[in-house]
């Protein structure tokens, strides 16, 4: 089982990135995707999720009508658009996948954002 993110880096405020996140190894299209973000001294918190078929999303307050999350079930991936980020955006961001219904997880390694001028 493998959970690849990709697409962090360091962005000015107000800019945007779009992180990836590359699953193999296991049935895709079973698992809820979430995207967590951590920063240090702090307990990971949930950005943003989506259901198994994509036709249903939750993000954090903080996130809301910055972020969108997606998934293609096609090829395996979840991505993370992020728009007009702000410093608190900050950090190190995971990808998640749970199986629907079970508490069975995997976490990817986690790529880092970072917003500064």
């Known amino acids: 089982v493998q959970l690849v993110e990709s697409g962090g880096g360091l962005v000015q405020p107000g800019g945007s990135l779009r992180l990836s996140c590359a699953a193999s190894?296991?049935?895709?299209?079973?698992?809820?995707m979430s995207w967590y973000r951590q920063t240090p001294g702090k307990e990971r918190e949930l950005v943003a999720d989506i259901t198994i078929g994509g036709g249903g999303t939750l993000y954090a307050d903080s996130v809301k009508g910055r972020f969108t999350i997606s998934r293609d079930n096609a090829k395996n991936t979840v991505d993370l658009q992020m728009n007009s980020l702000n410093p608190d955006d900050t950090a190190v961001y995971y990808c998640?996948?749970?199986?629907?219904?079970?508490?069975?997880?995997?976490w990817g390694q986690g790529t880092q954002v970072t917003v500064s001028s």
């Open positions: 998640k996948a749970r199986l629907f219904g079970r508490t069975l997880e995997y």
């Open positions: 190894g296991f049935t895709f299209s079973s698992y809820v």
